[in-house]
């Protein structure tokens, strides 16, 4: 058995406490995502039972059930869509959320059942769905549907146009009826989540470390303390003493088990070295510390009244520590609302102002050969009486001219397009020619592609309105006149063409070939039209950023159309290489086109995404988008966001078909970068390229990654997303990553990530429920990492570093009086010091600290991203930082027992009465100075004052005199011994004593101050020269973060060189003038800053 030197409770208090705070701490965090999982999985639903409509939960779905779907509703599983309420069976689906494409997509129901469209008919339906096992790829699937029909059975194919995503939602479709067939984590979206591990930050590894540090040094002492011990006793009059005599079991107890129990028992005596109420402190520190994010009113959107949310409080430091931003496009960068801006006519160049549009040069006349075709088509446009009141400024003589021009291009851009409509208005269309008082929003579109939708809608403004579909009739009005052409076929865009087709017969009979796609499908097939001056024209468009698509059409004579419609037949009923045989169609029939112009429309940007990327960049933050569109137009939103510079060199690693010839473009790729190293460089990948590269060739393709500035990585699967976020955090370095999205396939890349971060968009609440943070618009993160991340980094670094130097000043005194008292184990302080020293003494201060801190004030952090890099790569938990940490405590625990041993000396009567001090005596008074030597470090620390702080650090120091007081001045009958009755007022009764707490006291803080002031004068770091100049007028003071009156007295010109050089700044002092030319935000709500600022100028 163990004689412990201090009590059970002494050791066991403060564990338990800190298990107990812990366990409360993740209870309630686990509780909240408890209530968010609920949300999902309790959704209700509709399912087909016996003949009836019954309502359960989205968690109860197995496979083999109906489920009814209505418009707008997100589907719950896989369903294979059994009918919808359209005859044909086809509904449509956006699938934003899960590939982050805001295009609608067409699905078709299998004949037989597609006729099923009541609940009576579903409830009789015989058939069997038989399809491949659960896998993650999105946009694979096959299997088969045997349908029993009075005695026969009829076998369908089923492909991805039949199953409907768990994750998608129904769009422009009343309702749908569909049969599930993979459920719960089987379902496409749940494979394509990362299973979530536990993420811990830098700061926790750091701190793990010094702990081991500190066990080492813990067992050190132990071992020496009990080897000197028994040296000690080697000499017989100190091994048994005779006013210790052992007794007889002692005598014959084995040495070796002496010597165990007596290192275990320095091991209990000196435990209080390892700081476990750190662990508490840290949790509540991050807990208390979350609550500042969703308070800070600059994070909240007023539009969609969101505000920033906190999943997980224990990466708050982590924000502080980011090195590469993985960023989606759609939803997180843009807005998911493309915008028409420009269009070229003819050769003309033209944009939207105020719904008109405006030449932005002089109308050119048309040439002879323009003019023969387009007088021909005269039975398109009959609009000669508009011509003196044509909103665009033309001569009367080629007024009419114009107008058709502008009237095909734009009947082009209303007819080629496979847009959907909702419901139909017109009463309001206006007469005027391309301008018109009818307002898109009265008509719903639903277009495949977001830049259909922006196109119809803007011919629709300009007077051509595409009214919707009736059967295989598209109608159009145009000007207020009806007109209805006939669709004949809808040559669909694939990436190869990169263009669409529509083949329509006009009112007249004559038969139209309409054709949009990227210029560089087009441009190469036309033989008419103004070709170079809309060259010209694309170029300008895609500089500003914009997306183009260029429109033309061919005019077909019925022998040519009997061609086509007979290879066109051939070629889509072809049982063998369907694919390649309608691809030589398609080429045949687009050819020989004549230009009509080309359009430009915006993706529209989210607000300040340019300058929070330029940001990111001046922090020394990397920056790549991860996104899985399409390769064009991804790389014009990120020359438009400014993650790509016009003037940087853009690599491209795409459509690599095999690992010798992914290899042999990254060598390429390498060479280039090594040859060009002047020159910034930007990289965009295809996932394609993507899986080669990793599979073979990873160091290469990470060599190149790291040579460029910015990295685009386009069509990417969920996964590859992951692991590409992955493949850098494993890399040499150790890079710290951040991963933000929106969307449920940004879901795996956010869990990966070191920190996750979910935007709160249109695509669904998957992203913000699985991330470490959520908050509306991407502009927020320049906040919630040059601010938030920089302030929890400073304070918890100061906080772990503190807590082990206070636990050195604490124990180490305890080391040193073994010495004195022949390592008998007796304890230095009373048992009730031991246990209250890091529960009530010194535990305030930091923690106060830990929460209010501001060393720098918030817009000077915001203003200059650069300070960011100071604090990157855990500079402030170095191991050269914890040493200065270490030796200052082992330092100041010498001042504090010699100091007070030399005081004492020999001579212990230092009371006018000749009363002895004894050593309880000793110990309190080496516990007074140290109580107030560690809690005046934690002021010399602080550089945010409010009332607060002023109440624990000061109130710390004034409530263990007063429990001093209290608890020696009573005999209190609970406790067994009574050693420190009267102790502390006899020790406070002595002048010497005084004398010795403030010299001791000083001595510390004297030596402190001293290395404050040299390294400030002669090796300031960026954040400490902050402090001191005025940054963009923002701060009003000349030389320092504190104003002072003129006319100052010596000693407040002292004041004012200690503040100076501490960087201490009095809130009350502070003139704040933030000007409406701040980059990022006009005005500070933050809830940071809890006490008023003077608004008054120094």
Known sequence: MIDTPTSPVTSGLPLFFVITVTAIKQGYEDWLRHISDNEVNGAPVYVVRSGGLVTTRSKNIRVGDIVRVAKNEIFPADLVLLSSDRLDGSCHVTTASLDGETNLKTHVAVPETAVLQTVANLDTLIAVVECQQPEADLYRFMGRMTITQQMEEIVRPLGPESLLLRGARLKNTKE??????????????????????????????????????????????????????????????????????????????????????????????????????????????????????????????????????????????????????????????????????????????YQEINGRLVSEGPTPDSSEGNLSYLTSLSHLNNLSHLATSSSFRTSPENGTELIKEHDLFFKAVSLCHTVQISSVQTDSIGDGPWQSSFAPAQ???????????????????????????????????????????????????????????????????????????????????????????????????????????????????????????????????????????????????????????????????????????????????????????????????????????????????????????????????????????????????????????????????????????????????????????????????????????????????IQEAHVGIGIMGKEGRQAARNSDYAIARFKFLSKLLFVHGHFYYIRIATLVQYFFYKNVCFITPQFLYQFYCLFSQQTLYDSVYLTLYNICFTSLPILIYSLLEQHIDPHVLQNKPTLYRDISKNRQLSMKTFLYWTILGFSHAFIFFFGSYFLIGKDTSLLGNGQMFGNWTFGTLVFTVMVITVTAKMALETHFWTWINHLVTWGSILFYFVFSLFYGGILWPFLSSQNMYFVFIQLLSSGYAWFAIILMVVTCLFLDIMKKVYDRQFHPTNIEKAQLTETNSSIKCLDSMCCFSEGETACASIGRMLERVIGRCSPSHVSRSWSASDPFYTNDRSILTLSTMDSSTC
């Open 176 to 349: 749908i009826f569909g049969v599930a067939v993979y459920t719960g984590m089987e379902t496409k979206m749940a494979l394509n989540y990362k299973s979530k591990s536990q993420k811990r930050s830098a700061v926790e590894k750091s701190m793990n470390t010094f702990l081991i540090i500190y066990l080492i040094i813990l067992i050190s002492e132990a071992i020496i303390s009990t080897i000197l011990k028994y040296t000690w006793q080697a000499e017989e009059k100190w091994d048994e003493p005779w006013y210790n005599q052992k007794t007889e079991h002692q005598r014959n107890s084995s040495k070796i088990l002496k010597f165990i129990s007596d290192f275990l028992a320095f091991l209990v005596l000196y435990n209080f070295i390892i700081p476990i109420s750190l662990y508490v402190t840290v949790e509540l520190q991050k807990f208390l510390g979350s609550f500042f994010i969703g308070w800070d009113l600059d994070l909240y959107h007023e539009e969609s009244d969101e505000k920033a949310q906190v999943n997980t409080s224990d990466l708050n430091e982590e924000l502080g520590q980011v090195e590469y931003v993985f960023t989606d496009k759609t939803g997180t960068l843009t807005e998911n609302e493309m915008q028409f801006r420009e269009c070229s006519i003819n050769g003309t160049k």
């Open 443 to 749: 008509l719903e579109y639903y277009a495949s592609s977001p830049d259909e939708k922006a196109l119809v809608e803007a011919a629709a403004r300009f007077g051509i309105v595409f009214i919707g579909n009736s059967g295989e009739i598209m109608e159009v009005k145009t000007l207020g006149k009806l007109e209805r052409y006939k669709l004949l076929h809808i040559l669909e865009f694939d990436p190869d063409r990169r263009r669409m087709s529509v083949i329509v017969q006009a009112p007249s009979g004559e038969k139209l070939l309409f054709v949009k796609g990227a210029e560089s499908s087009v441009l190469p097939e036309c033989i008419g039209g103004e070709i170079e001056k809309t060259r010209i024209h694309v170029d300008e468009f895609a500089l500003k950023g914009l997306r183009t698509l260029c429109m033309a059409y061919r005019q077909f004579t019925s022998k040519e159309y009997e061609e086509i419609n007979r290879r066109l037949f051939e070629a889509r009923t072809a049982l063998q290489q369907r694919e390649e045989k309608l691809a030589g169609v398609f080429q045949f029939i687009e050819k020989d086109l004549i230009l009509l112009g080309a359009t430009a429309v915006e993706d529209k940007l989210q607000d300040k995404v340019r300058e929070t990327i330029e940001a990111l960049r001046m922090a020394g933050i990397k920056v790549w988008v991860l996104t899985g569109d399409k390769h064009e137009t991804a790389v014009s939103v990120s020359l438009s966001c400014g993650h790509f510079h016009r003037t940087m060199n853009i690599l491209e690693l795409l459509n690599q078909k095999s690992d010798s010839e992914c290899a042999e473009k990254l060598g390429q790729l390498a060479r280039r970068i090594r040859e060009d190293h002047v020159i910034q460089h930007g990289l965009v990948v295809d996932g394609t390229s993507l899986s080669l590269a990793l599979r073979e060739h990873e160091k290469l393709f990470m060599d190149v990654c790291r040579s460029c500035s910015a990295v685009m990585c386009c069509r990417m699967a969920p996964l590859q997303k992951a692991k590409v976020i992955r493949l850098i955090k494993i890399s040499p370095e150790k890079p710290i990553t951040l991963a933000i999205g929106d969307g449920a396939n940004d879901v795996s890349m």
